[in-house]
């Protein structure tokens, strides 16, 4: 079966976690290629318009989300499934740099203050942007499951038994247990997928 993308390597510092990921031939390069998948994104977790984006079209992903590197689209994905788990700390950032040797492979930068988080956080944001772009007939992945699982994964690893087994026994959250959103809300009627300027793909999203 065909694949968005190919996640080449991972590398593992102190503070952030860095893939190495090729968009494969024949796979669209920017997300105005496929404005439908690029929406079944934003529905799947539309909290990603409202993120901090230092890019060139404005202050938010939504100014560029509707042209930008699919690449820049699995980034903020990522970052908005790390940021729903409440667990990845009060500031998560990303961000995505194209390696000049090859225009299809970008290096993304991930806020790491679990390992297992991140990664987790990124192989799920890369099943969703496969279905998003190459399964859009297909039922929609469970965000808030993926979320809810990747939590619980990540608390059991880091010896937090007694959190996942009240998670799992369905207890009843408070509103000041959620995690904060990543920004102030966007605008009414602000269309998130817009047709927008070009962006240079570099952002820090904070949470």
Not at 60 to 84: G, R, S
Request: one cysteine or more.
């Amino acid at each position: 079966m065909a694949e968005l993308f190919n996640i080449m390597k991972i590398t593992v510092g102190p503070k952030k976690l860095t893939a190495r990921v090729l968009v494969n031939p024949g796979m669209p390069m920017r997300t105005a290629e496929d404005i439908e998948a690029t929406a079944r994104v934003y529905y799947l977790a539309p909290a990603i318009a409202q993120h901090a984006c230092l890019g060139d079209a404005g202050e938010h992903f939504q100014d560029c989300m509707a042209d930008t590197e699919v690449v820049h689209l699995l980034e903020h994905l990522t970052v908005e499934i790390m940021n729903q788990t409440g667990l990845a700390g009060d500031v998560v950032s990303g961000r995505t740099l194209p390696v000049p040797v090859d225009e299809r492979l970008f290096d993304v930068e991930l806020s790491c203050p679990d390992d297992a988080l991140t990664v987790g956080a990124l192989s799920s944001a890369a099943f969703m942007m496969q279905w998003a772009f190459l399964n859009g007939d297909t039922p929609a992945p469970d965000f808030a499951g993926t979320v809810e699982a990747l939590r619980q994964l990540a608390l059991s690893l880091r010896g937090e038994t007694g959190a996942v087994g009240e998670a799992a026994a369905g207890e009843d959250a408070s509103p000041e247990d959620a995690p904060e959103p990543v920004e102030d809300a966007i605008d009414d009627g602000a269309d998130p997928v817009s047709p927008a300027g070009e962006t240079h793909g570099e952002d820090s999203t904070p949470a």
